[in-house]
């Protein structure tokens, strides 16, 4: 009889776990990081880097072309744009992009997560989906690490979060995924954002801004684990702490703070669109692989990205900004 009441009682338990398995409640952080896979990344890259694309370049047809994907996928995937945008766009019209010896129109490409506790208070999330276009040569210059990695995380990253919206473990806070133009031109998609925000600076707890994940520094060759962080501690040591807690307890991979110091010559912190929020108190963090041979070169192609590492630093970055939206305080520029 006990046998009996014994196996009754397990096939009871086995079973209760796995009804509650099957439903999305029992997903936890990790589980939605795993959602983003080097498979998905390599599929949107392959997109948005193709010679189709002709490289970006703000206001061509090739950046029209990858705004369109990239707002078609927002929509497939149930992200909604911001109420005010004008169907996932922030036009910019030709004359902002005075830097051009023909501008053109563009537009800022934005998804929108609303937050369920605190839907005021928004983290933004960006990358620039502009490059350099086509040279006199008609070679394409790709862009695939700069920014195409970048902006396909940020697909990634919201699939995953709208997943777990879905599930009914949406973040308490908003989240802004902010895909920029004009970048290559001087960072002028961003400064666009910071101008005219559709969710007041104020509210901004952070950019976390991602511009080029997907390869590895000569000088990392024998470390490939590894990503760039800089500006984390610039205005917010707050943040920069979290970023290392999260990345000790989710990731473990290198944080390498060489580009973060005051003295670096290549001046990166000054190079990204992070930096339009930065000059407006807003905490950062910028995540780089650094330099490579292929840098600014038409030979920044797809085939030559690290996706199983652009994976990892892309789950690194997610699990960050699941910190920073679900956290009881808000994160503050507490160095100022």
Not at 258 to 277: C, G
Not at 287 to 301: A, I, M
Not at 315 to 321: E, Y
Request: aromatic share 12%; proline share 4%.
């Amino acid at each position: 009889m006990k046998q009996i009441i014994f196996l009754l009682a397990t096939i009871f338990t086995v079973s209760c776990n796995t009804a509650q398995s099957t439903k999305g409640v029992s997903m936890t952080r990790t589980d939605y990081a795993k959602t983003i896979t080097a498979e998905d990344l390599k599929t949107h890259l392959y997109i948005v880097a193709s010679d189709e694309m002709e490289g970006r370049d703000t206001g061509s047809k090739g950046n029209n072309l990858t705004a369109n994907y990239l707002r078609d996928f927002y929509k497939k995937n149930g992200i909604a744009s911001p109420d005010n945008a004008e169907d996932y766009f922030q036009p910019i019209e030709s004359s902002y992009f005075n830097r051009m010896k023909e501008p053109k129109p563009s537009q800022n490409v934005l998804g929108f997560i609303k937050g369920s506790e605190k839907p005021e208070e928004v983290i933004v999330i960006s990358a620039h989906y502009d490059h350099v276009g086509v040279d006199k040569d008609g070679n394409i210059y790709n862009g695939a690490d700069d920014d195409g990695s970048g902006t396909v995380a940020l697909l990634e990253m919201a699939e995953a979060f709208q997943e777990a919206v879905n599930d009914g473990n949406g973040p308490k806070r908003s989240i802004l995924f902010l895909h920029v133009t004009g970048e290559e031109i001087g960072l002028y998609g961003s400064k666009y954002y910071t101008e005219n925000p559709l969710y007041p600076l104020e509210n901004t707890v952070c950019n976390l801004n991602t511009d080029m994940i997907g390869r590895i520094d000569p000088n990392k060759a024998d470390t490939p684990n590894y990503i760039y962080l800089i500006g984390s501690d610039k205005l917010s040591q707050d943040l920069h702490d979290l970023s290392e807690e999260v990345n000790k307890k989710y990731i473990n991979i290198e944080l390498d703070y060489t580009f973060n110091d005051e003295n670096d010559p290549n001046r990166f912190y000054y190079r990204s669109d992070h930096y339009n929020f930065a000059k407006h108190n807003i905490p950062v963090i910028f995540y780089f692989n650094g330099v490579h041979g292929d840098y600014h070169k038409h030979t920044d192609t797809v085939e030559k990205i690290e996706y199983e590492l652009m994976e990892t630093r892309t789950r690194l970055i997610f699990q960050t900004a699941w910190e920073v939206a679900n956290r009881k305080d808000r994160i503050t520029a507490d160095k100022l």
